[in-house]
């Protein structure tokens, strides 16, 4: 490593700086304070070891000490501070100056090979902290660069379509379908596309359509009178309204009931809405953004979705990829998610180990994005170093169930994909609905329409 050694008096400097280099490191010497932080000026040394009482006037070793702490990577070197000053207060001095660590003279060979033992290891550890947050640095400024589009992440071929769809769709004030898997991020696109569109400086609203009733929803989208129903207190404006002149985001469209469908289909048509309990139409000015991870034109065949609707909504649409898809973009993702949740966890962790991420990337993840970032969450939890290790992952990961349980034969066989949530949280229906992004109500109820029974479980009875 290397060493700035700052001691006056020079025949102590000398016996230092010969036991410094019969260790193998590069040493610097002063005999002032003045030409020593002329010395670390020129280059980073990763340890100092300082006199505190440094004669000929001029910069004390305690005014070096903060010099070097207040400049640009002055964190990053371990110093080491000499005094003949012991008592409580005057360490607590130099302690509050930046010091990591100090010698109060005299000062013997033996015990100052011992303390710079000590030194060492405390230099690789440093060394390995920050040489963690270049690497996350690197990283998020590459993500910056090449791998990001708003809060979209990844820089697979899919994505980079993605991204130039986005940009096109933008440009133009249609209606859009988003479709794909629960998981794989639909709300972040409808966002990407608002902040891409001339409606960027208006409002962005999003709701979820799965597990109301019809009356709830009918409020929440176009807005109630006064005693319109049982609750109806006062008069409410609707989503669409509150949207005004910017971009209205619709989840779960596959789970609206016709009635609701057939309220939406007017508002596309003649771009108003009524109130319910009124009869007087209001003009709105939204974009409506859809999204489903339903198969809608089978759905249309079923006979539970308007085809007239379908129409007016697929206008534009765009399909995510399921994460399982492009796993070149996991690590982008897991680095990502590490960075967000150690902020708000205060946690020193900047790496996950090659086998965490080698087990992360070959995951099928059933869940997609929304599953990984969860599991991300979760290892951050449990990591007590620096770096995510296997043991830190979610079971599931860690042991693997065959790929079968996890990838449905067809993708767009959701009562497959259900059952195999259902295997992986051993019949545990809240579990299995938050690994594939439902709400419960609308897990159950599909669980329902697709007649599942409790002898379909392969674990056990389904728990509540």
């Not at 399982?324 to 680095?335: A, E, S």
């Not at 969450?377 to 990961?397: N, R």
């Not at 809240?430 to 674990?459: H, I, K, N, Q």
Request: net charge negative; glycine share 8%.
């Amino acid at each position: 490593m290397r060493v700035l050694l700052v001691e006056d008096h020079i025949d102590i400097r000398r016996l230092f700086e010969q036991v410094i280099d019969a260790r193998g490191h590069e040493v610097t010497a002063c005999g002032d304070g003045e030409s020593a932080w002329e010395a670390y000026s020129r280059r980073a040394f990763e340890l100092v070891l300082l006199d505190w009482e440094l004669r000929g006037g001029g910069m004390d070793g305690l005014q070096l000490c903060r010099a070097i702490r207040s400049s640009p990577g002055g964190d990053r070197c371990v110093i080491v501070m000499i005094t003949a000053h012991d008592s409580p207060d005057a360490l607590r001095t130099a302690l509050q100056a930046g010091v990591n660590d100090y010698l109060v003279k005299p000062v013997g060979v033996e015990f100052l090979k011992l303390r710079l033992t000590i030194a060492e290891q405390w230099v690789e550890s440093v060394r390995r902290r920050f040489a963690a947050e270049d690497q996350a640095q690197a990283l998020q400024s590459q993500l910056a660069d090449h791998g990001k589009f708003h809060d979209l992440i990844g820089r697979s071929p899919s994505m980079v379509v993605l991204y130039e769809e986005i940009q096109k769709i933008a440009a133009v004030d249609a209606t859009v379908l988003i479709e794909g898997e629960t998981g794989t991020g639909k709300e972040l696109v409808a966002r990407a596309i608002h902040l891409t569109s001339r409606r960027a400086p208006h409002t962005f609203l999003a709701v979820n359509c799965a597990g109301f009733t019809d009356s709830i929803l009918g409020s929440q989208l176009f807005g109630h009178k006064k005693g319109a129903f049982t609750g109806a207190i006062d008069n409410q404006e609707g989503v669409f309204e509150a949207a005004e002149g910017g971009t209205l985001f619709l989840d779960e469209i596959g789970d609206i009931s016709p009635a609701v469908q057939t309220s939406l289909l007017r508002v596309l048509q003649e771009r108003e809405v009524t109130r319910l309990g009124e009869s007087k139409p209001r003009k709105v000015d939204v974009r409506l953004v859809v999204a489903t991870h339903h198969n809608l034109a089978e759905d249309v065949e079923k006979g539970t979705f308007r085809r007239d609707l379908l129409y007016r909504i697929k206008v534009a649409r765009l399909h995510l990829t399921p994460l399982r898809d492009r796993p070149t973009d996991i690590p982008l993702l897991v680095h990502a998610f590490l960075g967000q949740f150690r902020s708000v966890m205060e946690k020193s962790v900047f790496q996950v180990s090659p086998e965490a991420l080698q087990l992360l990337t070959a995951y099928p993840w059933p869940g997609n994005v929304r599953e990984l970032k969860s599991a991300v969450e979760s290892a951050l939890i449990h990591c007590k170093g620096t770096v995510v290790q296997v043991g830190d992952l979610p079971p599931e990961i860690r042991h693997p169930e065959p790929k079968s349980t996890y990838v449905p034969l067809q993708r767009d066989d959701e009562r497959t994909r259900m059952l195999g949530a259902l295997q992986q949280t051993g019949g545990n229906r809240s579990e299995a609905a938050r690994l594939l992004g439902m709400s419960r109500r609308t897990f159950y109820r599909r669980l329902a329409e697709y007649d599942v029974a409790a002898s379909e479980d392969t674990a056990q009875d389904f728990r509540p």
